[in-house]
Each structure stands twice: as C-alpha cells, then as structure tokens.
C-alpha cells in the first residue's frame, strides 16, 4: 500500500510578484496552521509555490476537510515523499497503479530540480512503460481516470495520485478589515463568507432591539458568527443597542418611511464602528430588489449617509443562490432558527419603495438622531467570537 504522509498545498490567484506574494505566502502558511491547530505533531515547510505538511498519523480526510477551508488554496493532494532516485519512483508509482481498480492512467513529472539528470518525459515514459508491462492499465493522456504526479525536487520526490480543489480567493485577511451589518438572517452570514474569501477580515456589527428582540436572538448572530469565523479565525461582533433609536423613528416618521431611517440609522452608526475599528469599508447582505429597502431607489438614499464604500457581494444573487451557498457553509439551518430580528418586529405594512432624500431629511430633522447615536455607539459590547467546534457550543 501507498503510505501518503504529505500534504501538498498549491497556491492560487498569484499574479502577484514581489512583496505581495511574500505577504500571500506568509499568510496562508498562517492561516493553514491555524486550520490545522488541532494537531500538534505536524511539521510545516514553505516554499515560493508550495506549503508541505508532514503527517504521522492523523486522518486525512479529516485533514482535507480543515483545508478546504483556508481560502487562498488552489489545490491539494496528499503524497508520499521518497527519494528522487528513478528505481524508488518507478516502483512507489507500480504501487499506486497496482492499488488501484481504474482502468486507464496517465503520468505527468514536474522537475522542479532542473539539474535532475532525466527529462521530465523520459521519467513519464519511463515509468508508464512500468505499469503497463506489470498490471491491465491502459494509457489515456486525455482522460485518464488515474493520474498518476511526480514532483522532483533537489533531495527528495513527492508522488500523488488526487488533486482536491481547495477553496480559492486570497487568504483570508490580507486585504484590510470590513465592517459587515450581521442580521441573523440567510443573507448577512453568506456575505461573510464571500468577503472573507477576498482576503478581507470581516469584524461584524449587529443591532439588537431588546426586548423586543430576545436573548436567543442575539446568541443565534453570535453562533452564525463563529461558524463563519471558521475561515478567518476569530471574529469581534460589536452588538449595539438599537431600541430607543427605533422606538423614536416610529415615533416620528411614517409607516412606509420608517425602514428606510431604520436602515440609514443603521449605516450611520456602523460608519462610526468602522471608523473606530480600522475598518475600510462596510458591507452588508442586500441584494438588489429583494425587499422594499433593496430596491436601488431606497439603496441609493441608505447610501447617501456614509462615504465609506459599502461591500454588498451578494447584490446580484438570486435568493436560491444564496441559499445554496448557505447550505454549502453550513449556515441555512441556524439563520432559519425563528428568532425574531429587529426588522422583523417593526415590520410596517406599506414600506416606501421609492423613497426621496428630502422626506427622509424631513422625518429625521423631527428629533436629535445624532445623540441617540453617540449614546448607542458608546455603549456597543463587543463579544469575539472563536469557531465553533460544534454548533451546540453557541446554541
Ligand atoms: P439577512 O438574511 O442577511 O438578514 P434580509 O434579506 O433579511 O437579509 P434585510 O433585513 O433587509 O434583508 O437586511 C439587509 C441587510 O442589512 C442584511 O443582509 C444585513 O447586512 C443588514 N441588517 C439587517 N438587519 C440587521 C441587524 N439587525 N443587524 C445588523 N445588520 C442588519
Ligand atoms: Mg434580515
């Protein structure tokens, strides 16, 4: 049998060359070790286009899926390290195809050693030749079921039969920091997701309405927040106090305007979250035309109170896209647990779906917002987050 003992990570996305590669790599080989910090006897080596991991005896599929986790992996594979002499790889590779039950093969070399005294091709015929005189494989060079890879390096050779897509995008957290609005919703937590696989670290803000809102509530954003956090490590939620602000718009603004203050309310108090925080942009979970405060009329006027530029990955997602993707992170059954959220008690009958600047700069005129503001900002908690090792840590 193939004893595989290492993990070969490739990178993706690197069109990058100089510092910001230096940058990508320290951050991945970080975040890797973080992935995998459950396991203490693993040995780690970087390179310019690879990370190793040396294995003992732990489960490689449980391995494999840490790492299809750590955004910025473009693939993996698990191999066996041997000696680069062409007898050792002729025979580990007459293993792989003796273990196998495909029926077709393929071999492909990559000398990353070019002093190696064999061309690439002379090993790939080399060996294939090998195989076919020992077992029934036969060769197919444009879909073989088995493919069979040898890297050669100076000292030693890595040989692989997988190839397991990893997650893509940057490594999470090399782009600067995003302050994401975290309902706890479908959307927001998948907004996360997709942030985090820019490179972005996404700190949250959520607003809770107590008592109109519960306790359950709020421990279901923090619980959506540790699940996502599994991709970046820890995350800091600031949980702002939004009650006596919304009891005041409904107070004074009309039925069909008070959401679209709710939400500028909102994004005003976030600026100001963010700006604390080192956080350079905010995001949220809207998608366009999904409700009356997504259209891009009322967009535009929520807008209209921050300069900051505001991330909003999902904006052209149908909902079932999203919900794919919920599903696909593992958030769909938590967001759809029936706590109530702040939007959804204050729920008016007839939302404005066009809404005007000047009305909303009326209603708000009605009372001093800018110390209802001050006072929930100040008094924000901030909870950090660690992912969860299992949901019913949170719940
Ligand atoms: P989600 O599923 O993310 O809750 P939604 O379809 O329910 O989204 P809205 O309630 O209109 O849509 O919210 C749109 C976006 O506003 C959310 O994706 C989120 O980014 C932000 N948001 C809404 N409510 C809150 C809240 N209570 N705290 C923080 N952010 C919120
Ligand atoms: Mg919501």
Do not use: W
Not at 132 to 157: C, F, G, N, W, Y
Not at 289 to 312: D, E, F, H, W
Request: overall charge negative; glycine content about 4%; hydrophobic content about 35%.
């Amino acid at each position: 049998m193939v004893k595989y003992d290492t993990v070969l990570i490739r990178y993706g996305e690197l069109t990058t060359k100089g510092k910001n590669r230096k940058d990508f790599i320290t951050r991945l080989f970080k975040n890797v070790k973080y992935a995998l910090r459950a396991y203490d006897d693993l040995v780690y080596t970087k390179t310019y286009d690879r990370i190793y991991v040396k294995l003992t005896d732990q489960d490689p599929q449980e391995i494999a899926e840490k790492l299809k986790k750590v955004f910025g992996i473009s693939s993996f594979s698990f191999t066996e390290k041997v000696s680069n002499n062409i007898e050792t790889l002729k025979e580990r590779c007459l293993q792989i195809a003796q273990d196998t039950d495909k029926k077709t093969f393929k071999m492909m070399t990559k000398r990353h050693d070019k002093s190696y005294p064999m061309h690439s091709d002379e090993v790939n015929r080399m060996i294939a030749g090998e195989i076919l005189e020992h077992t029934d494989l036969k060769v197919d060079v444009h879909q073989p079921e088995l493919m069979i890879r040898i890297e050669i390096h100076a000292e030693s050779a890595y040989i692989t039969s997988d190839k397991i897509p990893g997650a893509g995008g940057y490594p999470a957290g090399i782009n600067g920091k995003v302050l994401l609005m975290l309902s706890g919703g479908i959307d927001s937590p998948v907004a996360a997701y997709q942030l985090m696989k820019r490179g972005l670290k996404v700190e949250a803000v959520h607003f809770a309405s107590p008592p109109y809102t519960s306790d359950n509530a709020k421990k279901k954003v923090l619980a959506l927040a540790g699940m996502v956090s599994e991709y970046q490590g820890h995350m800091k939620v600031h949980i702002i106090n939004f009650t006596d602000l919304q009891l005041q718009i409904y107070k004074t603004a009309g039925d069909p305007y008070a959401i679209t203050i709710m939400r500028r309310m909102m994004f005003r108090e976030a600026e100001q979250i963010a700006l604390k925080n080192d956080c350079l942009a905010l995001a949220t979970g809207e998608s366009v035309g999904q409700v009356a405060s997504q259209t891009l009329a009322s967009m535009n006027v929520i807008n209209q109170v921050t300069v900051m530029p505001v991330l909003r990955p999902l904006v052209c997602y149908d909902k079932v896209e999203i919900i794919d993707l919920a599903r696909k992170i593992g958030t769909y059954e938590t967001s759809i647990l029936p706590f109530e959220d702040c939007c959804t008690i204050f729920d008016p009958k007839n939302p404005v779906t066009h809404p005007t600047l000047r009305k909303c700069e009326y209603y708000e005129a009605k009372f001093d917002y800018a110390s209802f503001i001050q006072k929930a900002v100040d008094e924000e908690e901030t909870a950090v987050v660690e992912p969860a090792e299992n949901e019913e840590d949170f719940l």
